[in-house]
C-alpha cells in the first residue's frame, strides 16, 4: 500500500517533510534501484566485449590486450576512493552521482563512436583508416568510464540506505539485497546481449562485427540509468557532506609517525603502539578504532592475488575461449558469453553454499571460522587455474604449428590424375596420390630454392623463392603436361574469432566466377587461386559461372577457426564437383571444457568475497566501514595490477604455463595468508566501542568545570 512516509531532517530536530512510499519503502529507492540495474547493464556489457575489441578491432596482440583491460579494471576499483572524498567532503552524494554519471555516460558515448570505422581495403577484415583516431578515442572512453562507474560505486548504495530512517531497519535490509539482485540481473542480461549485438554484421563499405552497437546500447543505458535517477529527484532524502571519516584516518596516522619521528631521539616514555603518539591530537577512541582497521587491512596484504586470478576471466580466460568450439547443438556460444556462468553460479551457489554446505560443516564439528572460509577460497581460486591449464593443453594439442624464424612450410597439392612425387635440394622426397596432398613440411628456408616433380618417369624442375615465417602450397598436375606452381598462403595465425578462411583452386580448363554467401572471388583462371576470405560457421551456397553456364551447390558445414582450399573439379547444369583440402582443422575443443574451471572460481567468490565483506563489516568499528569497503576495493585495484606486473615480466609463450604459474603465486600467498589468520584475534567493535564511550565519560566527569564564558580548561600538551 502506497503512502506518504515522513523523513528526518538532521538529528534532533523536527521532520522536515513527507515523501511517497509503499509498503513501507520509500518510493526514492525503486528509483536507485532501476538506476543500478541499468549502470551495471552498462558496465558488465561493455567489459564483456571489451578484451575482443582490443584483439580484432584495434588489432592488438593477447599480451597487450590483457593488460589494457587490466589497467582499465584497476583503475575502476581505485577511483571509488576519489568518489567517497567528494561525495562526503564536498557535494554529497546526490550531486556527485549525478556529476559522475554525466562522465560516464559520456565515456560510453566515445568509446561507441571510437569503435566506428569505415573501412576502404577490400579484405572482409581490414584495418580500420586513422588507427590513432580509435585508439585515442577509446581510451579516453575508458578513462572516463572508469573516473564514472568508480566514483559512483561508494555512494549509490550508500545513499539507498540514507532513504529509510532508524526504525526502518527490516526494510533497509531488504533494501540491499534487492540492490544487490539488480547488480546480477544487470550483469547477467548484458553478458548475455552484448555478445550477441557485437556478433551482428555492419560496417560501411565492409562487413564487420558490430562494436559500435555492442557499445552503444550499454551508453543508451547510462543515459536512462543517468535519466531516471534524475526522475526521483524530488523524493530523495539528501544529506550534507559531513567530511570522510578516511581523511581523518589518514590525518591521524600520518600525525602519529610524525609525531614518532620528532621525538625518536628524546627521552619520552615509549608507548605501547606506534598510533599512541597521537594521543596529543586524536582521542583514545578514534586512535582504537584506527588500530582495529589496521589489523583487519593488515590481513588484506595476501588479498590482491585472489583478484588477479578472479579477473581473468574476462581477459585471458575469454580468448582461451576464441579457440574453442562453441557449438551447443542448436545454440551457438561467443566466447564473451562465456563469462555468464558466473553470475549464474553465482544466483545457485550462494543459497546452496549457505543453507547446505555450511550447516553440514557445523554438524561435523568442524570450526569453518571466516578467515578459513577466505584460505579455501583462495585454495579454490588456484585449482581452477590448474583446470584451466589442462584445458589449454587440451586446446594446445589441436592448435596448428606454424613456421618460425628462419623458416618456411610447403604443403604439396596433386591436382593430376596420377601418383607424384616431389623432390627438394634439400635431400627430403615426399609421395602424393592423385588428388591427394600432404601436411605441412618445415624447411629451413636458406637451403630451400628449388623442386623436382615426377610424374611415372617424366619430371620437371623448378626453381621457387620462399619467404621466411610463411606457409606454401605447391600445386601441381599431369593433366596436358606437368605443371608446379607455387602459392603463399599467408596463413601464420589461426583463424580469429571462429571465422573460417576459405579459398578456390580452379581445376576446370576455363576460366570461372566464384559467390559464396554473396562474396565474389572473382574470376579465377585454370590452376590458379582465389585469396582467402573469411566466413562465419555453417554451410554456404555456392555459386560458379563458367564461359557457357551456371552451376550451384552447398558446401560442408564449417565449424569454427578452420581453413579449407576447395578444388573446383567439375561444373554442369546438375551438378557442381568439388574436393575439400583442410589446411587448419577447426577448432574442436567444446567451450563446455571451460565450466568446471568457472564453477571452481565461482566456489571460490562465494566463500572468500562474500565471507571477505562480512568479516571486514564485523570487524569493523560503525564509523569505519566505509574505510575497510575502501581498501577492500583496493585489493582488487592491485590484484589488477599484479596481472600487469606478471604478464609484462614472464617471458613464458606457452599460456598452460602462465596459468599454473599464477596458481602456484595464488598457494604461496594463501599459506602466506593462513599463517596470518592463525595468529589473528577476532573481536567484537561494539562491545570495545562501548568500553570507550564509558571511559569518556569517567574522564569528562574529572575534568574541570566549564568557565563562565563556556570555555573548556586548556591542557598543556606533555610534548
Not at 540 to 545: C, G, P, R, S, V
Request: with cysteine; aromatic share 12%.
Amino acid at each position: 500500500m502506497c503512502q506518504k512516509i515522513r523523513v528526518g531532517g538532521e538529528k534532533g530536530k523536527e521532520f522536515r517533510k513527507s515523501v511517497p512510499g509503499c509498503f513501507g519503502y520509500p518510493v526514492s529507492i525503486f528509483f536507485i534501484v532501476i538506476n543500478e540495474f541499468c549502470e551495471r547493464f552498462s558496465y558488465y556489457g561493455m567489459r564483456a566485449v571489451l578484451v575482443l575489441y582490443f584483439k580484432y578491432f584495434l588489432h592488438w596482440d593477447d599480451d597487450l590486450s590483457t593488460s589494457i583491460y587490466h589497467t582499465f579494471v584497476a583503475l575502476c576499483y581505485l577511483t571509488p576512493i576519489l568518489g567517497a572524498l567528494i561525495a562526503d567532503s564536498y557535494l554529497g552524494k546526490f550531486m556527485t552521482i549525478i556529476s559522475l554519471s554525466i562522465v560516464y555516460t559520456v565515456g560510453q558515448a566515445v568509446l561507441s563512436i571510437g569503435s566506428i570505422s569505415e573501412l576502404t581495403d577490400g579484405d572482409r577484415n581490414g584495418v580500420p583508416d586513422n588507427m590513432n583516431v580509435h585508439i585515442s578515442l577509446s581510451m579516453v572512453g575508458l578513462v572516463l568510464i572508469a573516473l564514472g562507474t568508480g566514483g559512483i560505486k561508494p555512494c549509490v548504495a550508500a545513499f539507498g540506505g540514507d532513504q529509510f530512517e532508524d526504525h526502518q531497519e527490516k526494510q533497509r535490509n531488504r533494501f540491499f539485497s534487492i540492490f544487490y539482485l539488480a547488480i546480477n540481473a544487470g550483469s547477467l542480461i548484458s553478458t548475455i546481449v552484448t555478445p550477441i549485438l557485437r556478433g551482428e554484421v555492419c560496417g560501411f563499405h565492409v562487413k564487420q562485427q558490430c562494436y559500435p552497437l555492442a557499445f552503444g546500447v550499454p551508453a543508451m543505458l547510462m543515459a536512462i540509468a543517468l535519466i531516471v535517477f534524475v526522475i526521483g529527484c524530488g523524493m530523495y532524502k539528501k544529506v550534507k557532506p559531513q567530511g570522510n571519516v578516511m581523511v581523518e584516518v589518514g590525518k591521524c596516522i600520518a600525525f602519529s609517525i610524525r609525531n614518532r619521528f620528532r621525538y625518536r631521539s628524546k627521552a619520552y616514555p615509549k608507548r605501547e603502539h606506534w598510533l599512541d603518539w597521537a594521543r596529543e591530537k586524536y582521542t583514545k577512541r578514534l586512535i582504537t578504532e584506527i588500530k582495529m582497521v589496521l589489523r583487519v587491512l593488515f590481513l588484506y596484504i595476501p588479498l590482491p592475488m585472489f583478484w588477479a586470478l578472479f579477473d581473468q576471466q574476462g581477459s585471458r580466460w575469454t580468448l582461451q575461449a576464441t579457440t574453442m568450439d562453441g557449438d551447443f547443438g542448436s545454440v551457438q556460444i561467443q566466447p564473451d558469453q562465456m563469462q555468464t556462468i558466473n553470475p549464474i553460479l553465482i544466483v545457485i551457489m550462494v543459497p546452496v553454499v549457505d543453507m547446505a554446505v555450511y550447516p553440514l560443516i557445523n554438524k561435523c564439528h568442524i570450526n569453518f571460522t571466516p578467515l578459513r572460509k577466505m584460505a579455501v577460497g583462495m585454495f579454490l581460486a588456484a585449482l581452477a587455474f590448474i583446470v584451466a591449464a589442462l584445458v589449454q593443453l587440451k586446446v594446445d594439442a589441436t592448435l596448428p604449428t606454424f613456421p618460425e624464424p628462419g623458416q618456411s612450410q610447403i604443403k604439396v597439392l596433386n591436382l593430376g590424375d596420377s601418383n607424384a612425387t616431389i623432390s627438394f635440394n634439400t635431400g627430403k622426397t615426399l609421395h602424393v596420390p592423385s588428388l591427394g596432398s600432404t601436411i605441412y613440411e618445415k624447411f629451413n628456408t636458406a637451403d630451400l630454392h628449388d623442386v623436382s616433380v615426377t610424374y611415372d618417369t617424366t619430371a620437371i624442375r623448378k626453381e621457387f623463392t620462399f619467404v621466411e615465417k610463411q606457409r606454401h602450397t605447391l600445386e601441381i598436375t599431369n593433366v596436358v603436361e606437368i605443371q608446379a606452381e607455387l602459392l603463399e598462403d599467408g596463413l601464420t595465425v589461426k583463424p580469429e574469432q571462429g571465422n573460417n578462411k576459405i579459398r578456390f583452386i580452379n581445376n576446370l580448363h576455363s576460366t570461372i566466377n566464384i559467390t559464396m554467401d554473396g562474396f565474389n572471388f572473382g574470376e579465377v583462371t585454370y590452376f590458379s587461386a582465389s585469396n582467402y576470405s573469411s566466413f562465419k560457421r555453417g554451410a554456404k551456397k555456392i555459386t560458379i559461372d563458367t564461359d557457357n553456364q551456371t552451376c550451384e551447390g552447398q558446401t560442408m558445414t564449417f565449424g569454427y577457426g578452420s581453413a579449407y582450399t576447395i578444388i573446383v573439379e567439375g561444373c554442369n547444369s546438375t551438378d557442381l564437383r568439388i574436393r575439400y583440402f583442410e589446411d587448419i582443422q577447426a577448432n574442436t575443443v567444446s567451450m563446455a571444457w571451460q565450466i568446471p574451471q568457472y564453477f571452481i572460481l565461482t566456489c571460490a567468490e562465494v566463500v572468500f568475497s562474500v565471507t571477505g565483506l562480512s568479516f571486514s563489516y564485523d570487524q569493523a568499528p560503525s564509523n569505519m566501514k566505509s574505510v575497510l569497503q575502501a581498501g577492500w576495493l583496493l585489493t582488487v585495484a592491485v590484484g589488477n595490477i599484479i596481472v600487469l606486473i606478471v604478464a609484462g615480466a614472464t617471458t613464458i609463450t606457452q599460456q598452460w604455463a602462465e596459468y599454473v604459474l599464477f596458481a602456484g603465486l595464488l598457494l604461496a600467498v594463501t599459506i602466506i595468508f593462513a599463517i596470518m589468520a592463525y595468529f589473528y584475534t577476532y573481536v567484537d567493535p561494539a562491545e570495545i566501542e562501548a568500553q570507550l564511550i564509558e571511559e569518556e565519560k569517567k574522564e569528562n566527569e574529572k575534568k574541570e568545570p566549564i568557565h563562565e564564558n563556556g570555555t573548556v580548561p586548556v591542557v598543556q600538551s606533555q610534548l
